[in-house]
């Protein structure tokens, strides 16, 4: 089964995820198919936080990835918060 979760970077105490596309069997941090985008929960609020390639989502989940519990809040709150950005 091919999964969309996060994959742990960044230093001690300064976390940083990159959103990856990878085979349920794989470790959280090993080899992955495709890198989606990535996740800062520590970001400044002049900073980009969250950053997905939508259009690869949107292929990835069509041949039937399913999204980590973690990826499928992060992207809800992407959403959210995207049309508030805009306006």
Known sequence: ???IRLS???AKSRPFFNIVVADKRVRRDGRF???LGFYNPIAKDNEESIRIAQ???TYWRGVGAQASPT???LLQQAA???P???A
């Open 71 to 73: 990826v499928e809040r």
């Open 8 to 10: 742990r970077g960044g």
């Open 33 to 35: 198919i495709e890198r």
């Open 1 to 3: 089964m091919v999964v």
């Open 80 to 82: 959210a918060k995207a």
């Open 84 to 86: 508030a950005a805009a």
């Open 55 to 57: 259009d690869r989502l």
